[in-house]
């Protein structure tokens, strides 16, 4: 039996071996491994400082073969300590970024962690921003990270929304032409009447959309109003057009031929999508099997679905599906009404709907245990 370490690139191995990589069992392999190791200081460094495994520790090193001794490793290390990082998240940011042991500990590394820190980029929320913008370290602190976080910190107004920005972007890595853009953008959805308080909210939880063209952005927007008769005074613009931004006209006419196809008038269908834009970035294929069980199962009526997002934006076999057929036994033993409000049910959290299904347990002994069943069934098969 042969193998090769499936974490441990086959160039440090074959510059290691004088012999092919294919050619010895996974026991030779290990003892050889565990040679090289005990030779290395850096290695092993990284396995008993920051506690990396064996084949771990030689996919770091092979990013940086040419490091031969932990006096800077351990400078780089001991800063990462003063700023609040434990040994794992130090861990998860030299996996991710083996180059940070290279950098010059006090003129490049620690300039930059006081201008993170000072924003609020603490301990999990640093490591997350290197998860995202592993080459963050090597950008200029003065060219680069300081005029953006400042002009984030000039658009969002706080801290605080600018961590949660960067928390969901690679804005760090932006070039002065994407923040062009993304001002245009803005400029744009003020002309339609985005409030303020919209645009910002769009930044900070979805930043990627806007970072594409004025010109696309633009084009959806007049497709909202021309074609579906979502006016810019709409308070769920916004929502539609977050829905359309990555979807063609072809696809959403498509998704509309759907609701036409199970008896929709154009005019149930614009209102809809007046109330409940989120649909149009659906697939076709989940459109179908949600007016197929709504509509053919369950008999609702289009005026009935316009009322409620639930249907639309939960699951149908993980969340609604298990909760209605659970509720179809108890109106079945006349323990609920009719009227029973359905929508209302699925959005409830699953503590609170279980604590609705333990009042019918004295009539229906174990429902709770079947509900659990069903919804673990339902998760199998989606």
Same mark, same amino acid.
């Given at each position: 039996?042969?193998?090769?370490?499936?974490?441990?690139?086959?160039?440090?191995?074959?510059?290691?071996?004088?012999?092919?990589?294919?050619?010895?069992?996974?026991?030779?392999?290990?003892?050889?491994?565990?040679?090289?190791?005990?030779?290395?200081?850096?290695?092993?460094?990284?396995?008993?400082?920051?506690?990396?495994h064996?084949?771990?520790?030689?996919?770091?090193?092979?990013?940086?073969?040419?490091?031969?001794?932990?006096?800077?490793?351990?400078?780089?290390?001991?800063?990462?300590?003063?700023?609040?990082?434990?040994?794992?998240?130090?861990?998860?940011?030299?996996?991710?970024?083996?180059?940070?042991?290279?950098?010059?500990?006090?003129?490049?590394?620690?300039?930059?962690?006081?201008v993170?820190?000072?924003?609020?980029?603490?301990?999990?929320?640093?490591?997350?921003?290197?998860?995202?913008?592993?080459?963050?370290?090597?950008?200029?602190l003065?060219?680069?990270?300081?005029?953006?976080?400042?002009?984030?910190?000039?658009?969002?107004?706080?801290?605080?929304?600018?961590?949660?920005?960067i928390?969901?972007?690679?804005?760090?890595?932006?070039?002065?032409? /994407?923040?062009?853009?993304?001002?245009?953008?803005?400029?744009?959805?003020? #002309?339609?009447?985005?409030?303020?308080? =919209? %645009? @910002? &909210?769009?930044?900070?939880?979805?930043?990627?959309?806007?970072?594409?063209?004025?010109?696309?952005?633009?084009?959806?927007?007049?497709?909202?109003?021309?074609?579906?008769?979502?006016?810019?005074?709409?308070?769920l613009?916004?929502?539609?057009?977050?829905?359309?931004?990555?979807?063609?006209?072809?696809e959403?006419?498509?998704?509309?031929?759907?609701?036409?196809?199970?008896?929709?008038?154009?005019?149930?269908?614009?209102?809809?999508?007046?109330?409940?834009?989120?649909?149009?970035?659906?697939?076709?294929?989940?459109?179908?099997?949600?007016l197929?069980?709504?509509?053919?199962?369950?008999?609702?009526?289009?005026?009935?679905?316009m009322? /409620?997002?639930?249907?639309?934006?939960?699951?149908?076999?993980?969340?609604? #599906?298990?909760?209605?057929?659970?509720? =179809? %036994? @108890? &109106?079945?033993?006349?323990?609920?009404?009719?009227?029973?409000?359905?929508?209302?049910?699925?959005?409830?959290?699953?503590?609170?709907?279980?604590?609705?299904?333990?009042?019918?347990?004295?009539?229906?002994?174990?429902?709770?245990?079947?509900?659990?069943?069903?919804?673990?069934?339902?998760?199998?098969?989606?």
């Amino acid at each position: 039996m042969f193998k090769i370490y499936r974490t441990i690139p086959f160039f440090f191995l074959r510059s290691h071996f004088q012999f092919s990589i294919t050619s010895f069992s996974s026991s030779s392999s290990s003892t050889k491994i565990t040679e090289i190791v005990s030779t290395n200081p850096v290695l092993n460094y990284l396995i008993d400082s920051l506690g990396f495994h064996e084949d771990d520790a030689i996919a770091v090193y092979s990013e940086v073969p040419h490091l031969k001794s932990t006096a800077n490793s351990n400078l780089v290390v001991n800063i990462f300590k003063e700023y609040g990082l434990n040994n794992v998240q130090i861990r998860d940011i030299v996996s991710m970024a083996p180059r940070i042991l290279t950098v010059k500990p006090n003129k490049t590394l620690e300039p930059k962690l006081k201008v993170f820190t000072e924003l609020g980029l603490l301990g999990p929320d640093l490591v997350k921003l290197v998860k995202r913008n592993p080459l963050i370290f090597s950008r200029g602190l003065h060219t680069q990270i300081i005029p953006t976080v400042d002009y984030l910190r000039n658009l969002l107004g706080c801290d605080e929304n600018v961590v949660k920005m960067i928390n969901r972007s690679k804005w760090m890595l932006l070039p002065n032409s /994407s923040l062009r853009r993304i001002s245009a953008n803005i400029s744009l959805l003020k #002309k339609y009447g985005l409030s303020d308080e =919209k %645009i @910002l &909210k769009l930044l900070v939880t979805d930043p990627q959309r806007m970072k594409q063209t004025p010109e696309l952005i633009e084009s959806k927007l007049q497709y909202l109003e021309q074609k579906l008769g979502i006016s810019r005074d709409s308070p769920l613009l916004i929502h539609a057009l977050v829905a359309v931004m990555y979807r063609s006209e072809s696809e959403i006419e498509k998704n509309l031929q759907v609701f036409r196809r199970f008896g929709w008038s154009d005019l149930e269908i614009g209102r809809l999508l007046k109330s409940q834009p989120y649909c149009l970035n659906k697939s076709e294929a989940y459109i179908v099997d949600k007016l197929n069980y709504f509509m053919k199962e369950l008999k609702y009526t289009p005026s009935y679905l316009m009322g /409620s997002t639930s249907f639309w934006t939960l699951s149908l076999e993980k969340r609604m #599906k298990p909760r209605i057929e659970i509720i =179809k %036994i @108890l &109106k079945k033993k006349e323990l609920v009404k009719e009227s029973l409000s359905l929508s209302t049910l699925v959005n409830y959290s699953e503590s609170k709907f279980l604590g609705f299904l333990k009042n019918f347990e004295s009539h229906i002994p174990g429902l709770c245990e079947i509900y659990k069943n069903r919804l673990k069934n339902s998760k199998v098969v989606e």
